[in-house]
């Protein structure tokens, strides 16, 4: 059974850092693309990176471009997400997804959010 555990959230003060995690379970990544997505409170869910273990072609939303790297780490079947330079505007919750490598460019996927497999979120507070 396909599963992502997402962790590494807290609190952080503006402009500090946090690292992100997903763990992936029950499937390898080789084969899938994995997305990081957020929600704020009263706002709709968010692309905000997503990369693709088929050609390793990454996506950033225009907000974290130049603050957020995605990464993965096929030994630990791990995706992660180094967040840098962190702003009150990046506090929600974060999920992680998985889904199945297709002709579908990831930063469609990303931008459309059309991945089928979700964790269950891991909550970002960036507040002095």
């Known amino acids: 059974q396909l599963q992502l555990v997402e962790s590494g959230g807290g609190l952080v003060q503006p402009g500090g850092s946090l690292r992100l995690s997903c763990a992936a379970s029950?499937?390898?990544?080789?084969?899938?693309?994995i997305g990081w997505f957020r929600q704020a409170p009263g706002s709709e869910r968010e692309g905000v990176s997503c990369?693709?273990?088929?050609?390793?072609?990454?996506y950033y939303a225009d907000s974290v471009k130049g603050r957020f790297t995605i990464s993965t780490d096929s030994a630990k079947n791990t995706v992660y997400l180094q967040m840098n330079s962190l702003k009150a505007e990046d506090t929600a919750v974060y999920y992680c997804a998985a889904d199945r490598v297709s002709l579908t460019p990831v930063q469609t996927m990303c931008v459309f959010m059309t991945f089928r497999s979700w964790g269950q979120g891991t909550q970002v507070t960036v507040s002095s």
């Open positions: 990369i693709s273990s088929g050609d390793g072609s990454t």
């Open positions: 029950g499937f390898t990544l080789e084969y899938y693309a």
